[in-house]
């Protein structure tokens, strides 16, 4: 019995460990659960509600903060693309969106839609019509009578491009199309033989926008007569045509040749016929004209004939693809035939290469059918709008030629006394003629819409010493 109280000791302690326990676990029960965290919806903010883009195109950003992942989607107009990623994350960023030039008439908008799982935002793009403009320093551009070059500033936001339709003979533009920003336009003249000034309205175009640009040239100073010749010439022979239409046979006479015969020229030579050859306002007009199914023009030969002297002519080319005009000269003497006779071309033009004038002359040594004859050639600006003076001037040493009393072509007598190389001491007579095809004329084809044209000559002209 002396253990009794020790084990009823250990049995409290036990059953207060128990109750304890049951206590604690009573306690615990009473406490609240707290509910896993709900995650909170993904957001995302636009630094501004709109996103303008510039009219003239290029790129546009705007500042976005977001939670979560957003995809963003277009509603795909071809106007504008995404350049940068089509996904946002969280954080800041940037969404950057480029556009093309707004060259339509009216303004333009786009919406982009981004989401992220069931959220949606948007965000709305718009360009308004770009519209280009051009300033000139100066809304008109002089030129002296006598040529050169003037020039012009020029301010535009976009390209713009020169009207060639616009460019008439006696000036030029360059660049013919102005960049964007700062520059400068070149507008050269060429002499002018006008008495009065002349203007001329240039359209500059882009896109829809036109803007105009005047051109005008101060009176030129008209060729007085005999202001070409060289110094010793007297004149001994000319016809100015002021005997009219019916006097033409007086100096001239006219060739009768079917289609072919030289050169596979197409025109058929009638003589002496007022539907080809007649004097008009004081001048001679050779005019090339179908005629059913034949094409016929007019070859002149004056009755004289000359050994050296100046010899010059004012004459206005037609124009067309087709057309073949000359003014030159062969000798009396055929009887060696052609090259050996020798051929003196003053002045020749060939309507698809308008306004490039040559000189030739051909002989047995120098001929085209060896591809050796001796030749010059540069444009004449206006040779098909005005009248241009074009000479000869040969002598025992020397054949030169002149478009406006400027050298063309310098051939020289060798003096080897060599009919090959000068059969040029003999008299020739003038030639005057408008061929239509041929193997020079035709060599690109002709436009018949051309026809008819005609070759006007003011006068003819010889010089002796």
């Not at 799982?117 to 718009?126: D, N």
Request: glycine share 8%.
């Amino acid at each position: 019995m002396s253990s009794c109280p020790f084990y009823l000791e250990s049995f409290e302690m036990k059953r207060m460990i128990a109750f304890l326990s049951l206590f604690m676990l009573a306690l615990a029960c009473q406490q609240p659960v707290t509910p896993d965290p709900v995650p909170a919806a993904p957001t995302i903010e636009f630094s501004a509600n709109e996103l303008t883009l510039n009219p003239e195109g290029g790129e546009a950003s705007v500042k976005v903060k977001a939670t979560g992942t957003w995809s963003v989607a277009t509603d795909a107009q071809p106007w504008y693309s995404l350049s940068s990623s089509s996904q946002i994350y969280s954080g800041e960023s940037l969404l950057k969106v480029s556009a093309e030039p707004n060259n339509t008439a009216s303004s333009r908008s786009a919406t982009l839609t981004l989401t992220s799982g069931s959220q949606k935002a948007q965000l709305a793009l718009s360009q308004a019509f770009f519209v280009p403009t051009l300033s000139f320093s100066s809304q008109e551009v002089t030129g002296e009578g006598a040529g050169g070059e003037a020039l012009v500033g020029t301010v535009a936001n976009a390209s713009w491009t020169v009207d060639e339709g616009d460019i008439d003979f006696w000036f030029s533009i360059s660049p013919k199309t102005i960049g964007k920003g700062e520059g400068e336009l070149k507008v050269k003249f060429n002499r002018s033989y006008v008495a009065g000034k002349r203007t001329r309205q240039v359209r500059f175009r882009s896109g829809d926008q036109v803007a105009v640009l005047t051109v005008t040239q101060k009176e030129g100073e008209p060729v007085a007569d005999g202001a070409f010749v060289p110094e010793g010439y007297q004149l001994v022979w000319q016809d100015d045509f002021s005997g009219g239409s019916a006097a033409l046979k007086d100096n001239w006479r006219f060739e009768d040749w079917a289609p072919g015969r030289v050169n596979n020229e197409l025109q058929r030579y009638v003589p002496d016929d007022r539907r080809t050859s007649f004097v008009e306002d004081g001048a001679l007009n050779i005019v090339a004209r179908k005629d059913g199914n034949q094409v016929i023009s007019a070859r002149m030969n004056s009755r004289e004939s000359w050994l050296y002297g100046y010899v010059e002519a004012a004459i206005w080319l037609p124009r067309g693809k087709g057309t073949w005009p000359a003014f030159w000269m062969m000798p009396d003497d055929f009887s060696k035939g052609w090259p050996a006779c020798g051929e003196i071309d003053i002045m020749e033009e060939v309507g698809v290469d308008a306004n490039i004038t040559s000189s030739s002359i051909h002989c047995n040594a120098y001929n085209h059918v060896k591809n050796t004859q001796k030749t010059a050639a540069r444009t004449t600006a206006g040779a098909e709008n005005e009248y241009h003076v074009y000479a000869l001037e040969w002598t025992e040493d020397y054949i030169k030629t002149y478009v406006d009393g400027e050298l063309l072509l310098d051939f020289r007598n060798d003096k080897a006394g060599n009919d090959n190389t000068w059969p040029f001491n003999k008299k020739f007579y003038i030639i005057l003629n408008l061929a239509w095809g041929g193997d020079w004329g035709g060599y690109a084809g002709v436009d018949e819409s051309a026809l008819p044209c005609t070759m006007k000559v003011d006068y003819v002209r010889v010089y002796k010493k």
